[in-house]
Structures are given as structure tokens and as C-alpha cells.
């Protein structure tokens, strides 16, 4: 399984971007897809995420600015981002996830920088 991540960029405090995650095979059979984001310095963490019967969940921090949505038929998520601040500037990274086999897949990273 592959995932490409598309999508980042330099915005401006207070603009958007879209982020994308296309996958290889059909996103039907992932359980989850989710967004997580790694600052210099910091650790790996969860921004989104959805299930495969599309129930979202999100960081309290992205609540109400971000969202995340599916389109199965091109086996792609996205993650809207509104109103970015500085503090979401970061390497973007999707993820699959498989029960079973129990297995998590990644894509790799595309850089948010938000800033003036």
C-alpha cells in the first residue's frame, strides 16, 4: 500500500489549505485514515482522523478550523485547514490503518508552514 500526500505550502496566519492522501488500493478497506503532524523537535501527533464509516475525530486544538472527508471512488482523504496559525506549521503526514492483519500505513510527509 501507498499513500501520497500532496498539498502543503506556505499560507499566511489566518489562510487555508488542502491537504490530500491518495492510497494505492481501495480506501474501502482501511478501517481508518487519519493526519497526523511532526513539528521540529516535537513528536508524531494525531490531528484527524475517520473512520471507514465516516465518523471524523480531531485534536482539540484543530476543532472547528480543520476538517477531514473521504471520496472513496478516488481512494482519497483530505484535510481541509482554515484560520491556520503559526502553531500549525509542521511535516503533514496520512496514514491507513488495517485491523486485520493489524497494520498501519504511511505516506510521507508534506510541510505546512504557516507564517508572515
Known amino acids: 500500500v501507498q499513500l501520497q500526500a500532496s498539498g502543503g505550502g506556505l499560507v499566511q496566519p489566518g489562510g487555508s489549505l488542502r491537504l490530500s492522501c491518495v492510497a494505492s488500493?481501495?480506501?474501502?478497506?482501511?478501517?481508518?485514515m487519519g493526519w497526523y503532524r511532526q513539528a521540529p523537535g516535537n513528536q508524531r501527533g494525531f490531528v484527524a482522523g475517520?473512520?471507514?464509516?465516516?465518523?471524523?475525530h480531531y485534536t482539540d486544538s484543530v476543532k472547528g478550523r480543520f476538517t477531514i472527508s473521504r471520496d472513496n471512488a478516488k481512494n482519497t482523504v483530505y484535510l481541509e485547514m482554515n484560520n491556520l496559525k503559526p502553531e500549525d506549521t509542521a511535516d503533514y503526514y496520512c496514514?491507513?490503518?488495517?485491523?486485520?492483519?493489524?497494520?498501519?500505513?504511511w505516506g510521507q510527509g508534506t510541510l505546512v508552514t504557516v507564517s508572515s
Open positions: 475517520i473512520t471507514g464509516g465516516g465518523s471524523a
Open positions: 496514514n491507513a490503518i488495517l485491523i486485520d492483519p493489524p497494520t498501519t500505513y
Open positions: 488500493e481501495n480506501i474501502l478497506g482501511f478501517s481508518a
